[in-house]
């Protein structure tokens, strides 16, 4: 699988681990080095694409054709009237044409309305930050050797089409993933550490500096990934997280 999965990979700066050799890649100041565990399912979407496209870089840059024609307004937008679709909220509330970020969010938060999850009463919080580890990793594998990538800074919004995963269950499509990450890229100044068949880690260069910023990028992060919240009380609190903690963990069911 790593073999395949690195020769559609050949177009960018890749380089093999095996297992047993593997460490923590050091990070890079002026790159993303991202860890990549191989799984099946990345190498079947991978497939799929180069079906439709003829290859992985051509796939790539029609993509980004679209990652540019879209704003994150845009993309916030239709992967909240995905998750309107199947509830029983009017089809007036749903219809989010032109709406600004805080009504897509208002509306989003309809779905979660009565629980104490979307309290956005900033609050103290002491988790601390998710740490890739050598268990973590060897925990994931699918294979005897991984994959460690390279990408330049500017090109870290890239990474969700090279190595698509998303597009079922609540992960969105990998072409909104980059629209999202490339936003974050130019707020956060966030890098890719690492991407599995259903997570993505980033480190984010700054933080949020006042409540009402924290509060929507958590909002943000509460479209983009609901599980966000599997670890805290309340949006309240993970806004707080946010504004102390550095790094993003992004996993889908």
Known sequence: ?????????????????????????????????????????????????????????DYVHNQLEEVHRLSVEDVFRRIVKSRLLYTDISSELQNLDGKNFEDIYRAYSLIWEGQELIDEQLSETETESFQISEEWVQDRLEDDALIVMELPLASGYEAPLWVPMGGYNECPLPVYQSVIVKYWQEGYGIKILAVTEDTWIFQASSRPQTHQEALKLAQEHFIFCQYVLDEFPSLGHYADYLMKQDVWFFWWD
Do not use: Q, W
């Not at 690195?6 to 991202?34: G, M, Q, W």
């Open 1 to 57: 699988m790593v073999e395949e999965l690195s020769n559609y990979l050949k177009k960018c700066d890749i380089e093999v681990v095996a297992a047993e050799d593997f460490t923590i890649p050091a990070t890079k100041v002026d790159k993303h080095r991202i860890l990549v565990l191989p799984s099946y399912n990345i190498l079947e979407m991978i497939e799929e694409a180069v079906d439709e496209e003829g290859s992985l870089s």
